[in-house]
């Protein structure tokens, strides 16, 4: 299988690196799976797990949100948070979600529309984690 340069950049770090063969990514208007000689092209992200493509194994990383800008020298990935599953402390990202709910109360109108958003998509990554640990 063809492959084609990805990086995944954070604030803190650079995530990850190197030559892939795919990359799914979690984009505001739906998941966008990218390969070799893909069309160039700007995404935004949205809170979810990019799953990355290596010699046919998958290595599963949480993004909270971010832009993805693949072009003829690969795939760049700037997000805003990048943990891998593995390095990922689920309590901590329970207790997150905790404090969101209750950050709820505080909020009304469009801003409280857009906290709604960001807790179920942070929610989703929940159970995501959840059936990925139960099925290993």
Same mark, same amino acid.
């Given at each position: 299988?063809?492959?084609? @340069? ?5 604030? $803190? ?9 795919? &990359? ?9 799976? %990218?390969?070799?000689? @893909? ?12 799953? &990355?493509?290596?010699?046919?194994? @998958?290595?599963?990383?949480? &993004? ?41 109360? $505080?909020? $009304? ?20 984690? %959840?059936?990925?640990?139960?099925? @290993?």
């Amino acid at each position: 299988m063809a492959t084609f @340069h990805f990086d995944l950049v954070s604030p $803190e770090k650079i995530a990850f690196s190197g030559e892939v063969e795919q &990359v799914d990514i979690p984009g505001v208007d739906g998941d966008l799976g %990218v390969m070799a000689g @893909h069309a160039p092209l700007v995404a935004t992200i949205r809170p979810g797990i990019m799953t &990355v493509t290596v010699g046919g194994k @998958h290595e599963k990383i949480i &993004v909270l949100g971010g832009l993805a800008e693949i072009s003829d020298k690969g795939l760049t990935v700037l997000a805003d948070t990048a943990t891998s599953m593995a390095e990922l402390d689920a309590v901590a990202f329970a207790d997150k979600i905790a404090q969101m709910e209750e950050d709820l109360k $505080e909020k $009304e109108g469009s801003v409280l529309d857009q906290a709604i958003e960001r807790l179920d998509h942070f929610k989703t990554i929940q159970r995501q984690i %959840v059936n990925s640990t139960a099925m @290993h």
